[in-house]
C-alpha cells in the first residue's frame, strides 16, 4: 500500500535525523515532523534529504 510506504519512508528519516542529532531524549516528535514535512515537499517517493543543522541558536 501506499500508506504504508509513505509511513515507513517517515520511520526511517525521523530515525536518521535523530541520529544525525546525537540521538537527543525527548525529541522524537521533532524528529517525525520534519521527516513528514520533508516527504511532503517532494512531489515523487522522497529520497532522503541531508542531515539538518541544528542552531547554536537557543
Do not use: C, F, T
Amino acid at each position: 500500500m501506499m500508506a504504508d510506504n509513505r509511513q515507513d519512508w517517515i520511520a526511517h528519516r525521523a530515525y536518521a535525523l535523530w541520529e544525525q542529532a546525537g540521538r537527543p531524549y525527548w525529541e522524537d516528535k521533532i524528529h517525525w515532523r520534519q521527516a513528514v514535512l520533508e516527504g511532503e515537499l517532494s512531489s515523487s517517493r522522497p529520497a532522503p534529504l541531508p542531515a539538518v543543522r541544528k542552531s547554536s541558536i537557543a
